[in-house]
Nanobody, 123 residues
């Protein structure tokens, strides 16, 4: 069974940067799709960015040009580089993954999730 484990969350001041990591061993699976989601306090979980096995990425408007999603297949790791952080970026961040996905986009439904890592941005 594929397990996902996030790390890299923490507290940072507005304008700062953080890099989240998610270890997910998906070798052997085809048409993989991975993503990052954010759940702010009192709100539902929302997609931030997704990336397919070809490296094509899509971003929510709220993070475009500030966040970068990437993968390192040799390390079985998904990353989210977050720059120019804002207080509105505060929340629990979850990585998600699935395979056999023919269209990896911001509307993709994922079947596998990590436990989440907290990001707090202070003003």
């Amino acid at each position: 069974q594929v397990q996902l484990a996030e790390s890299g969350g923490g507290s940072v001041q507005a304008g700062g940067s953080l890099r989240l990591s998610c270890v997910a061993r998906l070798s052997g699976y085809s048409n993989t799709c991975m993503g990052w989601f954010r759940q702010a306090p009192g709100e539902e979980r929302k997609v931030i960015a997704v990336i397919d096995n070809s490296g094509r990425a899509s971003y929510a408007d709220s993070v475009k040009d500030r966040f970068t999603i990437s993968t390192d297949n040799a390390k079985n790791t998904l990353y989210l580089q977050m720059n120019s952080l804002k207080p509105d970026d505060t929340g629990m961040y979850y990585c998600a993954a699935d395979w056999g996905v023919w269209m990896c986009n911001l509307g993709t439904s994922f079947g596998r999730w990590g436990q989440g890592t907290q990001v707090t941005v202070s003003s």
